[in-house]
């Protein structure tokens, strides 16, 4: 379909125009609710791409993608039971596929469900041992459980795999704080601020540091 690959190309005028010309040509095209609907997440009209994926599962009952993306569009709109069904049914479909499990546990975490979390993350990284959200999610959710330890061997792991990963950073930073380590503290603040430059919760955390290892 050439609205894909405008989509590709982010030419979301073109695509758009593309995607509605299927669906004239064929009213059950799901590829093209399923593209349509892309475009609506990524413009934040999260009803029309919720209106849209439903559209595509109805006429493609097995419509992965069309389920993860209703998932992350109720996600965004804090509507968090709809999401997990969403990404559960995703799951049915292809539990093979680690995509689901992470953004499920994403889910989880948000309702502080930590253990739920930890579980689809550990899922996840078993199917896909280098997926860095995974690690960095679960050990979000080991973090917020005062787990340091495990929290501090999952960020390791994310940063490995992915070494702009700010939020790991910023995480372990925070970790290496509370044990009093501000030096490693200090440095891992400053790669924070090395990938988001402008971010004023990192300044702040690097000054804190900065504070306190020279107090």
Do not use: H, W
């Not at 989509?7 to 004239?24: G, H, K, P, V």
């Not at 995509?99 to 546990?105: I, L, N, T």
């Not at 899922?123 to 959200?133: F, G, S």
């Not at 979000?140 to 330890?149: I, V």
């Amino acid at each position: 379909n050439r609205g894909d690959v405008y989509y590709q190309l982010d030419d979301y005028d073109s695509a758009l125009e593309e995607y509605n010309q299927a669906i004239e040509i064929d009213e059950e095209n799901a590829a093209a609710y399923y593209g349509r609907a892309k475009i609506y997440y990524d413009e934040e009209e999260y009803d029309e791409a919720i209106a849209d994926c439903t559209r595509a599962i109805e006429f493609d009952e097995e419509n992965y993608d069309a389920y993860c993306k209703r998932g992350d569009a109720y996600d965004m709109q804090e509507d968090y039971d709809s999401a997990i069904e969403d990404y559960t049914q995703a799951i049915a479909i292809d539990d093979e596929n680690d995509e689901a499990y992470c953004k499920r546990g994403n889910v989880y975490s948000e309702q502080e469900d930590y253990e739920s979390a930890i579980e689809d993350y550990t899922t996840a990284i078993e199917l896909n041992d280098e997926n860095a959200e995974a690690y960095c999610g679960r050990g979000d959710a080991y973090y917020m459980q005062d787990d340091f330890d495990s929290a501090l061997e999952d960020y390791n792991e994310a940063l490995d795999l992915d070494s702009d990963n700010q939020t790991a950073y910023y995480a372990r930073g925070n970790i290496y704080c509370i044990q009093g380590d501000y030096q490693s503290a200090v440095e891992d603040y400053k790669d924070a601020l090395r990938i988001d430059p402008d971010n004023e919760t990192y300044k702040e955390a690097l000054e804190d540091a900065l504070n306190k290892q020279f107090e």
